[in-house]
């Protein structure tokens, strides 16, 4: 049981090119999360998705696509990389009727 | 005005020393508390959970002030692999979002 899972670990892209990070999870939990987490800052929702085929804006979507075909996984896009994306990307993800929220170990994003 | 504050730290305590921390919120509808612990690079983890008045789990124990709108988390006995960053959050109204603060950064010393 791996529980959430995030790829890639790392990465530097560059300014305007694109990329995806992909979350899964293997404990059948209904809703997922991605967040950013900046220094000084408490984690902030980007999107989420409440089931498979569902995906809603968070607090700072801008920038951001998201998918999620599939209950185990969800999809971060991100179109045209900006150095203001530079940060940490957490998915998260939880049962229904619950707030207990699994996270995975995150992404490490850098946009020169 | 922030859904979820808390002092920033950095908290720096000798080991077996009591420290203690508020976090205060915004929605004063809000029925259930969490304090996450992270540690440096890595992922947010939950530590406590807090229905009603508080929560004790070992040397951990949650308050709840509703009346004032603040949590305090207080560690006894404090530990060196205490150090690490505490999160308080606070669930937003619908869909099982979560707010987090910006954390409390501990430090314990040899």
């Known amino acids: 049981n791996a529980g959430v899972t995030q790829t890639p670990k790392f990465r530097v892209l560059k300014t305007g090119q694109s990329m995806t990070l992909l979350c899964a999870q293997d404990?059948?939990?209904?809703?997922m999360y991605w967040y950013r987490q900046d220094p000084g800052m408490g984690l902030r929702l980007i999107h989420y998705?409440?089931?498979?085929?569902?995906?809603a804006k968070g607090e700072v979507p801008d920038g951001y696509n998201v998918s999620r075909l599939k209950k185990q996984n969800f999809l971060l896009g991100l179109e045209s990389a900006a150095p203001s994306q530079t940060s940490v990307y957490f998915c998260?993800?939880?049962?229904?009727?619950?707030?207990?929220?699994?996270f995975g170990p995150g992404t490490r994003l850098t946009v020169l | 005005r922030k859904e979820v504050e808390q002092d920033p730290g950095p908290f720096n305590v000798p080991e077996g020393a009591t420290v203690a921390f508020n976090c205060t919120y915004s929605?004063?509808?809000?029925?259930?508390f969490f304090w996450y612990r992270q540690d440096c690079r890595k992922e947010p983890k939950l530590l406590m959970s807090?229905?009603?008045s508080g929560n004790e789990d070992g040397r951990f124990t949650a308050q709840l002030n509703r009346a004032s709108q603040y949590i305090s988390l207080l560690i006894r006995d404090s530990k060196l692999s205490d150090s690490a960053t505490y999160l308080c959050?606070?669930?937003?109204?619908?869909?099982?979002?979560?707010?987090f603060g910006a954390g409390t950064t501990v430090t314990v010393r040899a």
């Open positions: 998260a993800s939880t049962l229904a009727d619950t707030d207990t929220q699994y």
């Open positions: 807090v229905y009603s």
């Open positions: 998705s409440v089931g498979e085929g569902t995906t």
């Open positions: 959050v606070v669930p937003m109204s619908n869909d099982y979002k979560l707010s």
């Open positions: 404990m059948n939990h209904e809703y």
């Open positions: 929605n004063s509808a809000s029925q259930s």
